[in-house]
């Protein structure tokens, strides 16, 4: 019943640009992409909560990523560009009521993509 499933995850040297998907079933209200990298905690990365409206972004990533969903509203994009060696991480997807529940690790994750970033 639940699925999330993401993609487009892989090798790209700095400066360079990658588009995450994820598709997901139950689609809730708050859709997230999160990223971890190895020894790192587990980092919120960008929400929209408002069908293609209310998109907010960590400091870190604001004016590089977009997040962004389909018109079928089942469908999560994350356009990552200018990318540096410190995106590397494996991204996630999650689904859920709030964004506060999903960083508290409240509802539905993907298996997660990883990016690499080369200097």
């Known amino acids: 019943q639940v699925q999330l499933v993401e993609s487009g995850g892989g090798s790209v040297q700095a400066g360079g640009s990658l588009r995450l998907s994820c598709l997901a079933s139950p689609y809730t209200y708050c859709m997230a992409w999160f990223r971890q990298a190895p020894g790192k905690e587990r980092e919120w990365v960008a929400v929209?909560?408002?069908?293609?409206?209310?998109?907010v972004y960590a400091d870190s990533v604001r004016g590089r990523f977009t997040i962004s969903e389909d018109n079928a509203k089942n469908t999560l994009y994350l356009k990552m560009n200018s990318l540096k060696p410190e995106d590397t991480a494996m991204y996630y997807c999650?689904?859920?009521?709030?964004?506060?529940?999903?960083?508290?690790?409240?509802?539905?994750w993907g298996q997660g993509t990883q990016v690499t970033v080369s200097s």
């Open positions: 999650a689904s859920g009521d709030s964004l506060g529940d999903l960083k508290r690790g409240d509802g539905y």
């Open positions: 929209i909560c408002s069908r293609g409206g209310g998109a």
